[in-house]
């Protein structure tokens, strides 16, 4: 696997840093620090504070897009596929959620933020109640991930709902005929 590019280790870094610590304690100097990049590095690629929480949202973004593309792609069961991740993204401790979690940080002061939040649980509500075909209950689903996550991110174990999660998901699907 190739090194990742000196901007990739920024973002990175500003993930990291804003999960650690928040926004405000957030100083250009820190992330290029641990970046392992110097200043003069960091402001090459992002001429401000501002550019890098653009592009730290920017890559939310990006990352939400790959995963719906996932959840298309995995046979018919996009409600189980956004369900399921929703508390294996947490637990595996991969780079959607570390961006999502520092994102959430920047929430709290930044409207940028908020909207790019709302952006990407929109795009699963829009998707989901493609898969419904109703609106309330792609609403109901979002809720129900963002439970799901809220409990991974406290560690309350969900398996046997997951475990269950087939036979739920059929009581949600109307009757056939």
């Given amino acids: 696997m190739p090194r990742p590019s000196s901007r990739e ?73 956004y369900l399921r991740t929703s508390f294996t993204d947490v637990t595996e401790e991969g780079p959607p959620h570390r961006t999502l979690m520092a994102v959430i940080q920047l929430a709290v002061h930044e409207p940028s ?13 829009t998707l989901l109640a493609e898969e419904t075909g109703d609106e309330p209950t792609a609403r109901l689903l979002t809720v129900l991930g963002d439970g799901l996550y809220l409990h991974a991110v406290l560690d309350v174990d969900e398996s046997p709902l997951l475990g269950a999660l087939p036979e739920l998901l059929n009581r949600l699907r109307p009757p056939a005929g």
């Fill in 9 to 81: 280790l920024v973002l990175d870094a500003y993930e990291e840093q804003l999960r650690a610590a928040g926004p405000a304690a957030v100083t250009l100097e820190a992330v290029a620090r641990q970046a392992g990049v110097s200043k003069g590095g960091l402001l090459y690629h992002f001429p401000s504070k501002d550019a890098l929480r653009d592009a730290l949202l920017d890559r939310l973004e990006e990352r939400n897009e790959h995963d719906i593309r996932q959840a298309r792609a995995s046979e018919n069961d996009v409600v189980g596929y």
């Fill in 113 to 125: 933020a908020r909207a790019t939040l709302a952006r990407t649980t929109q795009a699963w509500r």
